[in-house]
């Protein structure tokens, strides 16, 4: 597949056992779930997947990007490799999913820590010169750093960038992305994708029009690279494919389907631990799927990762609230009235 297309493509959870090893059958099957609910691609090694599976002494990142791969064998899903800084250390996880298959590195420059933006930007030119870079302007809420909008110009400008997943969860900060795309003359090759988590629809519906060089750009975000895909994936499919028609068809956005952006963010807030500085997300990712059967438990590396009081109740309460967000028939129905393709 291609992410020019646009695609779902789920950030891919750990699956450990009571013990909090590896559940290798267990993560084996999350990866099919998310090849049986039409997801575009997967994104292993990424915040959702824990980024403690970088560190040497934990030892599962060559293991987990593998299992991924050979499940993915035989199929054209886009593999993409979330990938840590330093510059040392990124190189070093680019060269092992290179030799793994994948085809990009989903680069969080957080990792970098405090080093600056000069030094940042090398360390993504050095990964380019590996595999091509999906960039990750992650929020500051989870670890992520906030950059410049003349970071993000500089960014473009290196030629090993094919895509950028915007997940500051900051309209101001989204826009700075789109800008800068426009300003470094690449917004015909590389692509923008949501990980806006709490403003899916929105995101995927909205022409960003940029005035840059005497003329009006107009820059679309065309898929989502989400935690929130990793569950209810088959509905997501849905929810995507249905906004990608709406914008083919150069037609108003119904109100319906943004009323479903909002359900959708609702449900986000709940599964992501809005209300407690989305402390418990991991945990209420792995909540949600253990409701579907995919989980056994809600372990994480970390023992203090768990669920905030009342979160629980949150996820009952959207689960009970918005079948439609987890059910891809459900929703096409309630959009029935509102399909263009």
Same mark, same amino acid.
């Given at each position: 597949?291609?992410?020019?297309?646009?695609?779902?493509?789920?950030?891919?959870?750990?699956?450990?056992?009571?013990?909090?090893?590896?559940?290798?059958?267990?993560?084996?099957?999350?990866?099919?779930?998310?090849?049986?609910?039409?997801?575009?691609?997967?994104?292993?090694?990424?915040?959702?997947?824990?980024?403690?599976?970088?560190?040497?002494?934990?030892?599962?990142?060559?293991?987990?990007?593998?299992?991924?791969?050979?499940?993915?064998?035989?199929?054209?899903?886009?593999?993409?490799?979330?990938?840590?800084?330093?510059?040392?250390?990124?190189?070093?996880?680019?060269?092992?999913?290179?030799?793994?298959?994948?085809?990009?590195?989903? @680069? +969080?420059?957080?990792?970098? #820590?405090?080093?600056?933006? *000069?030094?940042?930007?090398?360390?993504? &030119? /050095? %990964?380019?010169? !590996?595999?091509?870079?999906?960039?990750?302007?992650?929020?500051?809420?989870?670890?992520?750093?906030?950059?410049?909008?003349?970071?993000?110009?500089?960014?473009?400008?290196?030629?090993?960038?094919?895509?950028?997943?915007?997940?500051?969860?900051?309209?101001?900060?989204?826009?700075?992305?789109?800008?800068?795309?426009?300003?470094?003359?690449?917004?015909?090759?590389?692509?923008?994708?949501?990980?806006?988590?709490?403003?899916?629809?929105?995101?995927?519906?909205?022409?960003?029009?940029?005035?840059?060089?005497?003329?009006? @750009? +107009?820059?679309?975000?065309? #898929?989502?690279?989400?935690? *929130?895909?990793?569950?209810?994936?088959? &509905? /997501? %499919?849905?929810? !995507?494919?249905?906004?990608?028609?709406?914008?083919?068809?150069?037609?108003?956005?119904?109100?319906?389907?943004?009323?479903?952006?909002?359900?959708?963010?609702?449900?986000?807030?709940?599964?992501?631990?809005?209300?407690?500085?989305?402390?418990?997300?991991?945990?209420?990712?792995?909540?949600?799927?253990?409701?579907?059967?995919?989980?056994?438990?809600?372990?994480?590396?970390?023992?203090?990762?768990?669920?905030?009081?009342?979160?629980?109740?949150?996820?009952?309460?959207?689960?009970?609230?918005?079948?439609?967000?987890?059910?891809?028939?459900?929703?096409?129905?309630?959009?029935?009235?509102?399909?263009?393709?």
């Amino acid at each position: 597949m291609d992410i020019r297309s646009g695609l779902v493509i789920p950030a891919h959870p750990l699956a450990l056992d009571g013990r909090r090893r590896l559940d290798e059958a267990r993560q084996r099957a999350l990866t099919r779930y998310y090849v049986d609910a039409g997801a575009g691609g997967l994104a292993v090694g990424v915040h959702t997947t824990q980024f403690p599976i970088h560190d040497p002494e934990v030892g599962l990142f060559e293991p987990v990007l593998q299992l991924a791969a050979e499940e993915l064998e035989g199929t054209d899903l886009v593999r993409v490799a979330g990938i840590l800084g330093p510059t040392d250390r990124a190189v070093r996880e680019a060269e092992t999913a290179v030799k793994l298959g994948y085809h990009y590195g989903l @680069v +969080s420059m957080a990792a970098w #820590g405090d080093a600056s933006e *000069q030094e940042i930007l090398a360390g993504v &030119a /050095a %990964v380019g010169e !590996v595999l091509p870079v999906f960039g990750f302007y992650l929020q500051p809420a989870v670890g992520g750093r906030v950059f410049s909008r003349g970071f993000w110009r500089r960014f473009f400008e290196i030629p090993a960038v094919r895509a950028v997943k915007i997940a500051p969860f900051d309209r101001y900060k989204t826009i700075d992305v789109v800008r800068a795309l426009v300003e470094s003359g690449r917004h015909d090759d590389v692509v923008l994708y949501t990980g806006n988590d709490d403003n899916i629809v929105a995101d995927l519906v909205t022409p960003f029009r940029i005035r840059h060089g005497g003329e009006t @750009v +107009s820059v679309r975000i065309v #898929g989502g690279l989400l935690g *929130q895909f990793a569950v209810w994936t088959a &509905a /997501a %499919v849905e929810l !995507v494919r249905h906004c990608q028609a709406v914008v083919a068809s150069g037609g108003k956005v119904p109100a319906e389907l943004l009323g479903v952006g909002a359900d959708l963010t609702d449900a986000n807030a709940a599964v992501f631990d809005a209300a407690n500085g989305f402390r418990g997300c991991i945990p209420g990712i792995h909540e949600v799927l253990i409701r579907e059967g995919m989980l056994a438990g809600r372990w994480c590396l970390d023992p203090g990762e768990e669920l905030s009081p009342g979160q629980a109740d949150e996820i009952g309460r959207v689960w009970h609230d918005y079948p439609h967000l987890r059910d891809p028939q459900a929703l096409r129905t309630l959009l029935s009235g509102n399909e263009v393709d």
